[in-house]
């Protein structure tokens, strides 16, 4: 196979000095999947939007099929046939799935007009295509971020790109929405598309690619043919040293209920029942996982549980304090959130860095002010920041800078240690790892633990079931809106787990405490 693109020693500098490539050169070849891996903040992004005319290269150049080019625009980019999926998403709240997906390529009428029959079937067929399970005329602001994720694939795929990058695709997937999307990805590659693959999950990586580019701190360390690694040397080339990957929990006892939802109700504007009779409990020095396909009911469990839309009738408490009708402010003093959608709900990303982490502390933690509450204390809040920094290991050039500077893996230890330091009872952790690579995952992972060995409760989502298994105590199975199994993790399997997260069926939960 000969190459399609090859970048050659791409230099990149982040004003005032901050190097997310130095001298970077690696090739593409036609009709393959190329992995490109590396910590966050390793520079993978950034080296494609530079191919994709996101942002400009300080030095370097860009040959595409044999000539230089340089593509200011994505929109040049994708004129040539490059496509970007990107780990944020980019679309139009506003508007259907089936409008976002052909804006700027709509099928016309004789007359000109938008040929909405025509593009609305044209979207159906994709989306059965990839089972996907969208609603086409669903508005992108009342979908899941996982159904944008869907969205941001099909856009591009409509568009016949032959040289399509994936920036984290399968971060907002289940474990069963995964291999029809690698099904279609190998499809794509046997009639000629190149695929650039960036990822976190190196298993993914093993099955899917041909050959991997690693890069670390901003250095290409190398390029080698995938079925030469293994998950254990790989990892060590991306971190510089072992990672391990068996269960990292040890089984304790824990102590009293501290979170408990008793006979929840939800529905949505409709009317439809979107959680029924949900009763689960969290105890302190516990960590319990939600395990669940996209779609059934997970975005309704944690809204209701934080205030954000009503409950139709049960009960919600933290230590045993009844928090229906409490304002967010009140619960947010006894519950820290970390929720999926880290751009949106999470973060705000036109703020500081060091505004981002103290949100919340700023009215909770009476270190941070002076006069009763009413001034900050710019020491103080400087060192709040500096400490958030170092035990997350928050890659970052000064706490000032925009906090939509950092890596999207950057930006989510910074949330995740702003929540974590709240020091709450109980821990709602929506996605926490998502987007984050091996060693950070780690390292969060012992975080969460370290928080249940302190005696708060951890109630974690999460659509990696190795990371339930992994880490968790015990397991819920949602399925339609209902909890449908409570498992404690030691006495069920990763395959027991999956076959009732598809077809449900009530198991009688004593027998698995």
Same mark, same amino acid.
């Given at each position: 196979?000969?190459?399609?693109?090859?970048?050659? =020693?791409?230099?990149?500098?982040?004003?005032?000095?901050?190097?997310?490539?130095?001298?970077?050169?690696?090739?593409?070849?036609?009709?393959?999947?190329?992995?490109?891996?590396?910590?966050?903040?390793?520079?993978?992004?950034?080296?494609?939007?530079?191919?994709?005319?996101?942002?400009?290269?300080?030095?370097?150049?860009?040959?595409?099929?044999?000539?230089?080019?340089?593509?200011?625009?994505?929109?040049?980019?994708?004129?040539?046939?490059?496509?970007?999926? =990107?780990?944020?998403?980019?679309?139009?709240?506003?508007?259907?799935?089936?409008?976002?997906?052909?804006?700027?390529?709509?099928?016309?009428?004789?007359?000109?007009?938008?040929?909405?029959?025509?593009?609305?079937?044209?979207?159906?067929?994709?989306?059965?295509?990839?089972?996907?399970?969208?609603?086409?005329?669903? &508005? /992108?602001?009342?979908?899941?971020?996982?159904?944008?994720?869907?969205?941001?694939?099909?856009?591009?795929?409509?568009?016949?790109?032959?040289?399509?990058?994936?920036?984290?695709?399968?971060?907002?997937?289940?474990?069963?929405?995964?291999?029809?999307?690698?099904?279609?990805?190998?499809?794509?590659?046997?009639?000629?598309?190149?695929?650039?693959?960036?990822?976190?999950?190196?298993?993914?990586?093993?099955?899917?690619?041909?050959?991997?580019?690693?890069?670390?701190?901003? &250095?290409?360390?190398?390029?080698?043919?995938?079925?030469?690694?293994?998950?254990? @040397?790989?990892?060590?080339?991306?971190?510089?040293?072992?990672?391990?990957?068996?269960?990292?929990?040890?089984?304790?006892?824990?102590?009293?209920? /501290?979170?408990?939802?008793?006979?929840?109700?939800?529905?949505?504007?409709?009317?439809?029942?979107?959680?029924?009779? /949900?009763?689960?409990?969290?105890?302190?020095?516990?960590?319990?996982?939600?395990?669940?396909?996209?779609?059934?009911?997970?975005?309704?469990?944690?809204?209701?549980?934080?205030?954000?839309?009503?409950?139709?009738?049960?009960?919600?408490?933290?230590?045993?304090?009844?928090?229906?009708?409490?304002?967010?402010?009140?619960?947010?003093?006894?519950?820290?959130?970390?929720?999926?959608?880290?751009?949106?709900?999470?973060?705000?990303?036109?703020?500081?860095?060091?505004?981002?982490?103290?949100?919340?502390?700023?009215?909770?933690?009476?270190?941070?002010?002076?006069?009763?509450?009413?001034?900050?204390?710019?020491?103080?809040?400087?060192?709040?920041?500096?400490?958030?920094?170092?035990?997350?290991?928050?890659?970052?050039?000064?706490?000032?800078?925009?906090?939509?500077?950092?890596?999207?893996?950057?930006?989510?230890?910074?949330?995740?240690?702003?929540?974590? &330091?709240?020091?709450?009872?109980?821990?709602?952790?929506?996605?926490?790892?998502?987007?984050?690579?091996?060693?950070?995952?780690?390292?969060?992972?012992? =975080?969460?633990?370290?928080?249940?060995?302190?005696? =708060?409760?951890?109630?974690?989502?999460? @659509?990696?079931?190795?990371?339930?298994?992994?880490?968790?105590?015990?397991?819920?199975?949602?399925?339609?809106?209902?909890?449908?199994?409570?498992?404690?993790?030691?006495?069920?399997?990763?395959?027991?787990?999956?076959?009732?997260?598809?077809?449900?069926?009530?198991?009688?939960?004593?027998?698995?405490?």
């Amino acid at each position: 196979m000969q190459d399609i693109i090859s970048m050659n =020693h791409i230099i990149k500098v982040f004003p005032p000095n901050v190097v997310a490539l130095d001298d970077v050169s690696v090739s593409f070849r036609e009709g393959e999947i190329h992995a490109v891996v590396g910590e966050n903040g390793a520079g993978k992004s950034t080296l494609m939007k530079i191919l994709y005319g996101m942002t400009a290269a300080n030095s370097g150049e860009i040959i595409y099929r044999g000539t230089p080019v340089h593509f200011s625009t994505p929109g040049e980019a994708t004129a040539n046939g490059i496509g970007m999926v =990107h780990q944020e998403i980019l679309l139009i709240p506003q508007y259907t799935i089936w409008e976002n997906i052909i804006l700027g390529f709509e099928p016309l009428t004789h007359f000109g007009q938008i040929d909405r029959r025509k593009a609305k079937d044209i979207v159906k067929k994709q989306i059965e295509a990839f089972q996907f399970n969208l609603d086409p005329d669903a &508005k /992108v602001e009342d979908i899941s971020v996982a159904a944008r994720q869907k969205v941001e694939i099909l856009k591009l795929l409509y568009r016949n790109v032959s040289f399509l990058i994936l920036d984290e695709p399968t971060s907002v997937l289940t474990p069963q929405e995964i291999p029809q999307l690698f099904a279609e990805l190998r499809n794509l590659r046997q009639e000629g598309c190149t695929i650039v693959y960036i990822s976190h999950h190196l298993d993914e990586v093993l099955d899917l690619s041909d050959r991997t580019t690693v890069l670390r701190k901003g &250095k290409k360390i190398d390029t080698v043919d995938t079925d030469e690694l293994t998950m254990r @040397s790989l990892a060590r080339m991306m971190v510089g040293r072992e990672i391990l990957f068996e269960p990292v929990r040890k089984v304790r006892k824990p102590g009293k209920v /501290v979170f408990e939802m008793s006979g929840v109700n939800v529905t949505d504007s409709a009317h439809r029942p979107m959680l029924k009779d /949900v009763n689960l409990q969290v105890r302190a020095g516990e960590i319990a996982g939600i395990a669940g396909v996209e779609g059934n009911g997970q975005m309704e469990l944690v809204k209701s549980i934080m205030g954000l839309i009503p409950v139709d009738r049960g009960k919600i408490l933290v230590q045993g304090e009844e928090l229906i009708s409490a304002p967010i402010l009140e619960r947010r003093e006894k519950i820290a959130f970390v929720s999926q959608d880290r751009a949106n709900m999470g973060s705000c990303l036109n703020a500081s860095i060091k505004e981002n982490v103290i949100m919340t502390h700023h009215r909770l933690n009476p270190r941070l002010t002076r006069f009763k509450g009413t001034v900050l204390d710019q020491e103080q809040v400087d060192r709040f920041a500096d400490e958030i920094r170092n035990d997350f290991d928050i890659q970052m050039d000064k706490p000032e800078a925009e906090i939509r500077s950092l890596s999207g893996g950057n930006q989510q230890k910074a949330i995740l240690g702003r929540e974590l &330091k709240l020091d709450t009872p109980f821990l709602l952790l929506d996605q926490p790892s998502r987007g984050l690579d091996v060693g950070s995952i780690e390292y969060i992972h012992q =975080h969460i633990l370290q928080m249940r060995d302190e005696g =708060h409760a951890v109630l974690l989502l999460s @659509s990696d079931l190795e990371e339930l298994f992994r880490i968790t105590d015990r397991i819920f199975v949602l399925h339609r809106g209902r909890i449908v199994a409570d498992f404690e993790t030691e006495k069920t399997t990763l395959d027991e787990v999956g076959i009732l997260m598809l077809e449900g069926g009530m198991r009688d939960a004593e027998t698995h405490r």
